[in-house]
């Protein structure tokens, strides 16, 4: 495989988050890249079935493995089995775990999953969409990291009998190079123990790296939820809850912690950049400001030799103020309009509260009538149909039941300003005015309760009912 091509460095700079008493001093914070390369193997789409070994570097030269590569339909499956693999933390403490990556013919990277050790051997099944690809080993300290350590432990390693079926293709890919994660002092790694979940001790790892990467600073609201999960996950592990529990707000922590280090970064590069920018248009207008003040002397020196040209500098200057006059009137209109669409908004929005209000009465009045009697919601309004067996039959008056509701009705209209009760009945065909008796024995009883109805004949058939409406309670 290729050795190491080019090693770029990239300074981000971030001042440490000050404690209650004190501010630390600034600290300057290093991301060193490191460029290799190795085989991408083009698995073309719905061709079979492959298989490729892998072979340990320099770093760990007796492990190695194989693994079956398989194109299926949108996918390439890849079943990979590695033995002889030491302990991550053997190749520095800061790293914990293995991951296998798919790296592009681009050198772009892809994190396919984490190799977890039965001993010294591991298996992995996973699945990816690329067709085209590499694959090699990194020690990382964390398994959800989002690109390879520069501690690659195997890479893949074309067989003789796939020559000649598939296309081979170098790719370069980037790598962060040993020491990235380390850190100095309270940022030492934590220590590896047979007591510890290693998923514990992986989100410890990824807490401390995103801290050393002035995560706590410039991505402060995910690095606090990665801290807030770690948290809990050491509460429970102290606690001797579940291992599915601790392992499970552990691996959230690390992934947090992650996302925290990749935007604290991008972050730092991107106030790099705008400090940059900042400088290059301060360094700009300076310039400009010499170039018009140099301008401006010439003028005046040139004002002084000639009246004819201080008069056409002065038609000028008229010419820009009548042009300032201009676009101040423009401001003042588009001020005045802008003004008058936001009390168009908050007229819109006063109607729409009362419409609000009136829908919330009409609806809670339904309600309330709806318990006492039987309750319609009509374009006309709430009606409340009084049939034959509320009235005795011989002096036609409610039935002392049928005033019990009646005043309860006649106390929730009074309860609503603005509320109109209405009697509408139909006369009867015939001689017979008992309907006409019952909406005036309807009306006496209410009027009684100090609540002036409404008498209103309706045609056709012969009816009863109370309608109540008004504009507390109008329909749109």
Same mark, same amino acid.
């Given at each position: 495989?290729?050795?190491?091509?080019?090693?770029?460095?990239?300074?981000?700079?971030?001042?440490?988050?000050?404690?209650?008493?004190?501010?630390?001093?600034?600290?300057?914070?290093?991301?060193?890249?490191?460029?290799?390369?190795?085989?991408?193997?083009?698995?073309?789409?719905?061709?079979?079935?492959?298989?490729?070994?892998?072979?340990?570097?320099?770093?760990?030269?007796?492990?190695?493995?194989?693994?079956?590569?398989?194109?299926?339909?949108?996918?390439?499956?890849?079943?990979?089995?590695?033995?002889?693999?030491?302990?991550?933390?053997?190749?520095?403490?800061?790293?914990?775990?293995?991951?296998?990556?798919?790296?592009?013919?681009?050198?772009?990277?892809?994190?396919?999953?984490?190799?977890?050790?039965?001993?010294?051997?591991?298996?992995?099944?996973?699945?990816?969409?690329?067709?085209?690809?590499?694959?090699?080993?990194?020690?990382?300290?964390?398994?959800?990291?989002?690109?390879?350590?520069?501690?690659?432990?195997?890479?893949?390693?074309?067989?003789?009998?796939?020559?000649?079926?598939?296309?081979?293709?170098?790719?370069?890919?980037?790598?962060?190079?040993?020491?990235?994660?380390?850190?100095?002092?309270?940022?030492?790694?934590?220590?590896?123990?047979?007591?510890?979940?290693?998923?514990?001790?992986?989100?410890?790892?990824?807490?401390?790296?995103?801290?050393?990467?002035?995560?706590?600073?410039?991505?402060?609201?995910?690095?606090?939820?990665?801290?807030?999960?770690?948290?809990?996950?050491?509460?429970?592990?102290?606690?001797?809850?579940?291992?599915? !529990?601790? /392992?499970?707000? @552990?691996?959230?922590?690390?992934? #947090? &912690?992650?996302?925290? +280090?990749? =935007? *604290?970064?991008? %972050? $730092?590069?991107?106030?790099?950049?705008?400090?940059?920018?900042?400088?290059?248009?301060?360094?700009?207008?300076?310039?400009?400001?010499?170039?018009?003040?140099?301008?401006?002397?010439?003028?005046?020196?040139?004002?002084?030799?000639?009246?004819?040209?201080?008069?056409?500098?002065?038609?000028? !200057?008229? /010419?820009?103020? @009548?042009?300032?006059?201009?676009? #101040? &009137?423009?401001?003042? +209109?588009? =001020? *005045?309009?802008? %003004? $008058?669409?936001?009390?168009?908004?908050?007229?819109?929005?006063?109607?729409?509260?009362?419409?609000?209000?009136?829908?919330?009465?009409?609806?809670?009045?339904?309600?309330?009538?709806?318990?006492?009697?039987?309750?319609?919601?009509?374009?006309?309004?709430?009606?409340?149909?009084?049939?034959?067996?509320?009235?005795?039959?011989?002096?036609?008056?409610?039935?002392?039941?049928?005033?019990?509701?009646?005043?309860?009705?006649?106390?929730?209209?009074?309860?609503?300003?603005?509320?109109?009760?209405?009697?509408?009945?139909?006369?009867?065909?015939?001689?017979?005015?008992?309907?006409?008796?019952?909406?005036?024995?309807?009306?006496?009883?209410?009027?009684?309760?100090?609540?002036?109805?409404?008498?209103?004949?309706?045609?056709?058939?012969?009816?009863?009912?109370?309608?109540?409406?008004?504009?507390?309670?109008?329909?749109?």
């Amino acid at each position: 495989m290729g050795k190491v091509l080019r090693i770029l460095m990239v300074c981000l700079l971030y001042s440490a988050p000050g404690q209650a008493q004190t501010q630390p001093p600034a600290v300057t914070f290093r991301v060193n890249v490191v460029a290799r390369s190795t085989k991408a193997v083009n698995y073309r789409h719905r061709s079979g079935a492959t298989e490729i070994d892998f072979r340990g570097t320099a770093i760990m030269p007796k492990s190695g493995g194989k693994a079956r590569i398989e194109s299926k339909q949108g996918r390439i499956a890849i079943a990979a089995s590695f033995q002889r693999l030491n302990a991550a933390y053997s190749v520095g403490p800061e790293y914990l775990t293995y991951v296998l990556w798919a790296i592009t013919p681009e050198g772009r990277p892809r994190n396919l999953g984490e190799l977890l050790l039965d001993g010294n051997k591991s298996r992995i099944e996973v699945t990816t969409e690329l067709q085209v690809f590499g694959l090699i080993v990194t020690a990382e300290p964390y398994f959800a990291v989002t690109q390879p350590s520069d501690v690659v432990v195997m890479e893949n390693e074309i067989r003789p009998d796939t020559k000649g079926q598939w296309d081979v293709i170098d790719a370069r890919y980037e790598l962060l190079q040993r020491g990235q994660y380390a850190g100095t002092g309270s940022a030492q790694p934590p220590t590896w123990s047979p007591k510890i979940p290693i998923e514990l001790i992986e989100a410890r790892n990824a807490v401390r790296i995103a801290r050393l990467s002035g995560a706590d600073t410039h991505a402060k609201e995910v690095f606090e939820r990665a801290s807030k999960a770690l948290a809990s996950a050491e509460d429970y592990h102290d606690r001797q809850v579940s291992w599915k !529990s601790v /392992s499970m707000l @552990a691996r959230e922590s690390v992934q #947090r &912690a992650e996302d925290a +280090r990749v =935007i *604290s970064l991008t %972050r $730092q590069q991107e106030e790099k950049l705008a400090a940059e920018r900042k400088l290059a248009a301060e360094r700009e207008s300076k310039a400009r400001a010499l170039a018009d003040a140099e301008s401006e002397r010439r003028l005046r020196a040139e004002a002084e030799r000639a009246s004819m040209e201080k008069a056409k500098l002065k038609a000028e !200057s008229e /010419s820009l103020e @009548a042009q300032a006059q201009t676009r #101040r &009137a423009q401001l003042d +209109r588009a =001020i *005045s309009e802008e %003004r $008058q669409k936001q009390l168009a908004l908050e007229a819109q929005e006063t109607r729409n509260r009362a419409r609000l209000a009136r829908q919330l009465s009409r609806r809670r009045l339904l309600g309330q009538l709806a318990s006492v009697a039987e309750t319609r919601d009509t374009p006309r309004g709430l009606e409340m149909d009084m049939p034959e067996d509320f009235f005795d039959t011989r002096s036609l008056a409610a039935r002392p039941e049928v005033r019990e509701k009646l005043a309860r009705i006649a106390g929730l209209v009074s309860a609503y300003p603005g509320l109109k009760l209405a009697i509408e009945h139909t006369p009867a065909p015939d001689s017979s005015n008992a309907g006409s008796e019952r909406a005036a024995a309807l009306r006496e009883f209410f009027l009684s309760q100090g609540v002036e109805p409404e008498a209103v004949a309706i045609q056709p058939g012969e009816r009863l009912a109370l309608v109540v409406s008004g504009e507390a309670i109008r329909a749109e």
